[in-house]
């Protein structure tokens, strides 16, 4: 890890339990022997969530336009152990009360997102750690993207037009890692997206990721089929036949370790996971139920196919919560400590680009 260069951690809709499990994350930041970090928001909403809590939270202000002028302002900043340093972005708009979610929270939060990749561009941030957003919140307020995924490619290919960009979900949790080839579409639009060419994209990606991001030397890939006991020799269905196992035998020409299709309910039992390094779903739920069932608590969601480091909670902005001081802080840890190590591996053995 560079320790002149911090992770950003965006703090997500300011309504939700972001704010407070980012300042549970700095107080124990020490004994997880976290990266470190600075958040990226509005300074009022950590510090109203600080004054909520037993134990007060000291919290430091630098600007954006501060932190992307002075190549070492951050870096020195994120080295203070005795405070939590906020990038400030956007307006300081009405207050926000936990538990109610507002459209007039939306252009600091997008711009969280916007300025963290901006600090990483410029050399100022080592990763992103994005903190729970509400989808509907910022679509009644204008945002063109179905997630953080999808607005994290754009500015990815933005700040980075020379890099191939193809932003590939994964979910690390325990001993499991999912990747969903077909992520926020209608579950009808499923079978019509799949396409022999996307899932060896996708399983190159996840490939290559293994071995930078993780340290495996030699990945081996799972791949589900679509249907009810992948297809059953075509009589539940031909997209097994027809596309998934054509696009494995065209990655095991390639020489890579992938097997497939295989049936999804007999995939993810404990003697199985041993089998495999990562799991390839075909759809969102097919992977995600898993790995949220297995580690609901301490699963993290990173972004694969990107010029920089990603990584967030894997669970949402739990309005229903929020402001109780109930909220459990381990899937963000989990996040921070896995964007820290990611970025220490790249650092250690970059390696050639991302088909």
């Known amino acids: 890890m560079r320790a002149d260069k911090p992770l950003a951690v965006t703090m997500g809709d300011p309504a939700g339990i972001g704010p407070e499990i ?40 630098i600007t954006a336009t501060e932190a992307l002028a002075d190549p070492r302002a951050l870096g020195l900043a994120a080295r203070d152990p005795n405070r ?22 939306a252009p600091a939060i997008i711009a969280a997102i916007e300025t963290s990749v901006a600090l990483i561009a410029a050399g100022q ?12 919140v910022l679509k009644s307020a204008g945002f063109a993207h179905p997630g953080h995924t999808e607005l994290l490619g754009e500015l990815s290919r933005r700040h980075w037009p020379v890099e191939p960009c193809q932003p590939v979900m994964m979910l690390v949790g325990a001993d499991l890692r999912v990747v969903p080839v077909t992520v926020h579409v209608p579950l009808t639009a499923v079978a019509p997206s799949l ?56 990655l ?3 020489g890579l370790e992938v097997r497939g299709p295989l049936p999804a309910d007999t995939l993810f039992h404990p003697r199985a996971r041993r089998n495999y390094d990562a799991v390839l779903g075909m759809y969102h739920d097919q992977v995600l139920i898993p790995l949220k069932t297995i580690a609901f608590e301490s699963g993290v969601n990173t972004t694969l196919g990107l010029a ?9 902005t739990a ?37």
């Open 319 to 355: 309005f229903d919560i929020a402001g109780t001081g109930t909220a459990d802080p381990t899937s963000m840890i989990a996040a921070i400590r896995l964007a820290g190590d990611m970025v220490r591996r790249r650092d250690a053995a970059p390696v050639a680009r991302v088909n």
């Open 125 to 136: 941030a080592a990763g992103i750690v994005t903190a729970p957003i509400a989808k509907a």
């Open 195 to 250: 396409t022999g060419e996307l899932i060896m994209s996708v399983a190159r990606i996840t490939a290559r990721a293994l071995t930078r991001d993780f340290a495996v030397a030699r990945p081996r890939i799972a791949v589900c089929g679509l249907n009810p006991h992948a297809g059953e020799n075509a009589t539940m269905g031909t997209e097994e036949r027809d596309i998934i196992a054509p696009a494995v035998a065209g």
């Open 84 to 105: 939590l340093v906020v990038v400030a972005v956007g307006d300081p708009g009405p207050a926000v009360v936990p538990g109610r979610p507002t459209e007039a929270a």
């Open 308 to 316: 920089f480091v990603r990584t967030s909670p894997d669970h949402g």
């Open 22 to 61: 980012i300042l549970e994350a700095w107080s124990v930041r020490e004994a997880e022997r976290l990266a470190p970090f600075v958040a990226v928001g509005r300074p009022e909403w950590l510090l109203d969530a600080a004054r909520r809590r037993p134990r007060a939270v000291p919290i430091d202000t």
């Open 252 to 254: 095991v020409r390639e």
